[in-house]
């Protein structure tokens, strides 16, 4: 069983900075690219940011600038730091791993995490 578990969110005024986690647990071998979603009230599911397991990266244009993803594979650990936050910034935040590699050999493909809201203050 694998479980992504996100943490960090809070409500923080404009301008402000959260950086949120995701952890990965479970039997683990090998977790390729990442990503952060953000569902904001009344729109659909968003990405934010993703990264490849070389550490490759991208952003949404509306967060390119203040916002940098990385991750620590040795603690199957997923970041983004958001920083200059603006109310439009607000929802839940989501990671998901597009595959998994477990130690059975197996894969596991798009696992979720269940959100951390993010609430930004004008």
């Known amino acids: 069983q694998v479980q992504l578990v996100e943490s960090g969110g809070g409500l923080v005024q404009s301008g402000g900075s959260l950086r949120l986690t995701c952890i990965a647990s479970?039997?683990?071998?090998?977790?390729?690219?990442l990503n952060w979603y953000r569902q904001s009230p009344g729109k659909q599911r968003e990405l934010v940011s993703s990264?490849?397991?070389?550490?490759?990266?991208r952003y949404d244009d509306s967060v390119v600038g203040r916002f940098t993803v990385s991750r620590d594979d040795n603690e199957n650990t997923l970041y983004l730091q958001m920083n200059n936050l603006k109310p439009e910034d607000t929802g839940v935040y989501y990671c998901?791993?597009?595959?998994?590699?477990?130690?059975?050999?197996?894969?596991?493909?798009?696992?979720w995490g269940q959100g951390t809201q993010v609430t930004v203050l004008s």
């Open positions: 990264i490849t397991a070389e550490g490759t990266t």
């Open positions: 998901k791993a597009d595959k998994i590699q477990v130690t059975a050999g197996g894969f596991l493909t798009n696992r």
């Open positions: 479970g039997s683990i071998r090998t977790i390729y690219t």
